[in-house]
């Protein structure tokens, strides 16, 4: 009677993990630019404020609309530090702030996480044998930035019963690395908020 009894159990058990294997998900493309609502956490949303703000009030100061009027200034990225209480991918303001300054036309841009590659790659053309010494780089050629940009994120989260607000400043300054004079500095406030229903989340 076991054996009778144990064998359905095993067959309805299989029957289950494969209609489960046959399951379909459905993956659609979103548009990048709309607002994520799904969380009050730090979102791409954020990111995109943040870096618009930042260029757009940095590309009209007028002292820096004198300025790339006559030249295109050599900027390079000093670090963004993350004061928050989450695992945010600083990384990416970075890349969307320097890229949108980049196609502005306004700046050039030194990128200093590349350093250790074009040294290497400096190393290789001048002392690896292999490489035609009259098309190799010349050393010691490659220009100076002239301004850092440097900045912070942090946040205020506060809580109740019934609710969850956070509150996000990001400060950016463009800094003379001749003068250490701070040319620049813009911030980008931000505040959610997010009720519990009678039901939790």
């Known amino acids: ?18 209609l489960a294997g046959c399951a379909s998900q459905q993956v659609s493309y979103q548009d990048p630019n709309a607002v994520s609502t799904t969380s009050i956490d730090f979102s791409s949303t ?11 009030s940095l590309l009209t100061f007028p002292p820096i ?22 695992h945010i991918d600083i990384s990416g303001i970075k890349n969307t702030i320097s890229t ?23 190393k290789f053309q001048h002392e690896s044998g292999m490489v035609d010494q009259k098309t190799a780089v010349a ?19 506060q809580s109740n019963s019934s609710e969850t607000s956070l509150y996000y400043l990001f400060t950016l300054r463009l800094i003379n690395i001749q003068t250490g004079i701070v040319e620049w500095q813009g911030q980008k406030q931000i505040r959610k908020l997010q009720k ?3 039901f939790g989340w």
């Open 1 to 18: 009677m076991m054996k009778k009894t144990v064998k359905p159990v095993i067959v309805l058990s299989v029957l289950a993990l494969a």
């Open 46 to 56: 954020d990111l995109q404020s943040i870096s618009a703000k930042m260029v757009d």
């Open 139 to 157: 050393m010691g050629r490659q220009i100076g930035a002239q301004f850092i940009l440097t900045g912070s994120l942090s946040s205020i989260r």
């Open 65 to 86: 609309v004198q300025l790339t009027a006559k030249q295109r200034p050599v900027i390079t990225y000093g670090g963004i530090s993350n004061q928050t209480d989450e």
């Open 100 to 122: 949108k300054l980049i196609e502005s036309g306004k700046f050039r841009y030194v990128d200093m996480a590349s350093v250790a590659s074009l040294r290497k790659q400096l």
């Open 196 to 198: 519990r229903s009678t």
